[in-house]
């Protein structure tokens, strides 16, 4: 118990140092009571940073809004009965300066019979990092492997802009998305200790922003998600080859010898 | 024979363009299970594969009994959202079943007409073939489809969620399934074939895992497919298979006893087939591949229907282009250096 409200309090100092810099992100709230064990329908809470003034809402598969308001910048969401992706955005604006960030959350459910395709594709902010595709069930955001985007502004494409990626392990890089706005982020090995197994390692945040200036306007968004540790770690595909090649000779000598048996007889 | 008017034939073409709308569909349904046609499908198409069109209803029923029924029982906590799921599965499962029964083996399994090939490839290279295995051997094997479906589906991922054994056995089958490796493999992944170090448990699963894809790359090329002999979807349809509109239907006569030519002809060595005077004679390991009706050569006695529709009457013209065509299929290969020698 105290071991996990030191690792959350410690994630929410981590991240307040790379966003002290940046604009409004979400991340995930500490556990305020232990945690939420495996109920797979208990609330999730998310901490909006640098969210004073954000109006806030949790669009569902369907793309219906609920106005959400946060409590001393945290946000409890609860299981609305429908199951797959939700979309948690807050957004503010001043007239000439909008901000906006996007975090998606897996809700259980009844089957919502939408596709998150729907979901992420739909115009959440002005200006949005668009997950093409959000790693699904089965997938996760993995070290090592490439998260694809299109920043997306009133839902066309920005193409050659600016896109920074800062995680919870203190790396910082700078992306450019190309002529159709698509962008590839290599997540980074940066995980300081790696114990074998998924069950092992907690996952890490990442977060991408991205500015757009229009009409003497500033557009500026944060997408948040978090990313594991690639299992490669403890996971050896040579080793597998070789025990498939054992398989294999098994089952030669199983063949051989079962049709010696036969001609014996 | 025309192609068109052989069974075998079509049913190849169905389980080939099956093969690649359950390996690549997501190109064309979508990335997300959303997207996908069910959810719950009833052959081995897995999640694991990033382009499936379509998962197993193994998957969702491992997790379902190890997340959600384990932890519920434990929490004394047994509600609808317990069992909603379950039966959501379940029923999706069942109307898929009641549609196609147990053709979902036979013509549309990623697993099964890789099988296949593999052993078309078998004969094509002159390995000496075991045509029907040993009525004692298939006797043997025959509950090993029931223990696969009761302790690596239900009791173990039960179990797990629980607390009784690790997590390592929450969705033990899949751990195991051939088709996690093979489906990934077509799909340009590798990530599906390691040995997991992590822990002892998901060592020893791994390790069964591939040495299961090994033996069945080797053994489909001599014998007619080996893993739906012990698949757990196999057992699950048998389950079910009443209530499917597919049927598989005998006339029996006199003449059924000395022929025997159905159950020769059976990829699964089911030999009731031909000693059977049921009317319904779709076997707990039938897969519906038809096969058996294809080499009745009596007019009318076997059928596949569809609910009361015939797909296929057994017949003693189709029997004979039949035999030819597969004389034909095997006269072109040269016998086999054992077969030579002896």
């Not at chain 1, 995980?191 to 500026?220: C, D, I, Q, W, Y």
């Not at chain 2, 093969?19 to 997501?26: P, R």
């Amino acid at each position: 118990m105290k071991k996990r409200i030191l690792m959350g309090a410690s994630l929410a100092v981590a991240l307040f140092n790379f966003t002290a810099h940046a604009a409004m992100l979400w991340s995930p709230a500490p556990a305020k009571h232990g945690h939420g064990g495996h109920d797979r329908h208990a609330a999730k809470s998310y901490l909006l940073h640098d969210g004073a003034g954000a109006s806030i809402q949790l669009i569902n598969p369907k793309l219906n809004a609920m106005p959400m308001t946060a409590e001393q910048g945290r946000v409890s969401v609860k299981a609305m009965g429908m199951d797959n992706y939700h979309a948690l955005v807050a957004t503010r604006s001043d007239g000439s300066h909008h901000e906006s960030a996007v975090r998606y959350v897996y809700m259980f459910g009844k089957p919502s019979g939408e596709s998150p395709s729907l979901l992420m594709g739909h115009e959440k902010a002005a200006l949005e990092l668009e997950p093409a595709p959000y790693a699904r069930e089965h997938w996760r955001y993995l070290t090592s492997t490439d998260a694809l985007f299109i920043l997306r502004f009133k839902g066309d494409p920005v193409a050659f802009a600016d896109v920074k990626m800062t995680t919870g392990n203190g790396t910082r890089l700078e992306f450019k998305s190309d002529a159709e706005g698509r962008l590839s982020i290599p997540l980074p090995e940066d995980f300081p200790a790696v114990k074998p197994g998924r069950m092992g390692n907690r996952p890490a945040e990442f977060v991408l922003s991205a500015t757009h200036e229009s009409n003497g306007k500033t557009f500026a968004t944060t997408f948040s998600a978090d990313y594991h540790i690639n299992p490669d770690h403890w996971q050896s595909t040579p080793l597998g080859l070789a025990v498939v090649g054992g398989g294999m000779l098994l089952g030669g000598l199983i063949t051989w010898r079962s049709r010696r048996r036969k001609e014996k007889k | 024979m025309p192609l068109w008017k052989n069974l075998s034939v079509i049913r190849k073409v169905v389980q080939l363009l099956a093969f690649l709308f359950l390996v690549y569909g997501s190109v064309f349904v979508g990335f997300y299970s959303a997207d996908k046609l069910s959810g719950a499908f009833p052959a081995l198409a897995c999640a694991y594969d990033a382009k499936t069109a379509d998962y197993c209803v193994l998957i969702p029923l491992q997790h379902q009994l190890g997340h959600l029924l384990g932890p519920a029982i434990n929490a004394g906590a047994f509600g609808l959202s317990v069992i909603m799921p379950i039966l959501t599965t379940l029923g999706t499962f069942l109307i898929l079943f009641v549609l196609l029964n147990k053709t979902f083996c036979g013509w549309l399994c990623p697993l099964g007409f890789f099988q296949e090939v593999l052993g078309m490839i078998g004969q094509k290279l002159r390995l000496n073939r075991t045509e029907s295995l040993d009525d004692k051997l298939v006797d043997r094997i025959r509950p090993a489809k029931w223990l696969m479906l009761g302790l690596l589906v239900i009791l173990l991922p039960l179990a797990s969620g629980l607390g009784f054994v690790g997590h390592e056995l929450g969705d033990p089958f899949c751990k195991i399934c051939p088709s996690r490796i093979l489906t990934s493999l077509f799909a340009g992944q590798l990530n599906q074939l390691y040995i997991d170090t992590s822990s002892v448990g998901f060592m020893i699963l791994s390790i069964i895992a591939d040495l299961l894809f090994g033996l069945i790359l080797v053994l489909s090329l001599t014998m007619r497919q080996p893993f739906c002999r012990i698949c757990p979807l196999l057992a699950m349809h048998a389950l079910f298979r009443k209530v499917g509109l597919v049927k598989l239907v005998k006339n029996y006569t006199s003449r059924c006893d000395k022929c025997g030519l159905c159950a020769k002809a059976c990829p699964m060595d089911i030999r009731e087939i031909h000693t059977s005077k049921e009317k319904d004679i779709l076997m707990p390991d039938c897969t519906l591949c038809g096969r058996c009706v294809e080499f009745c050569p009596d007019k009318g006695v076997m059928a596949m229907k569809y609910a009361v529709i015939p797909i296929i009457v057994s017949d003693p013209q189709y029997f004979k282009a039949r035999n030819k065509a597969q004389k034909a299929w095997e006269g072109r290969q040269k016998p086999s250096r054992r077969s030579n020698k002896a």
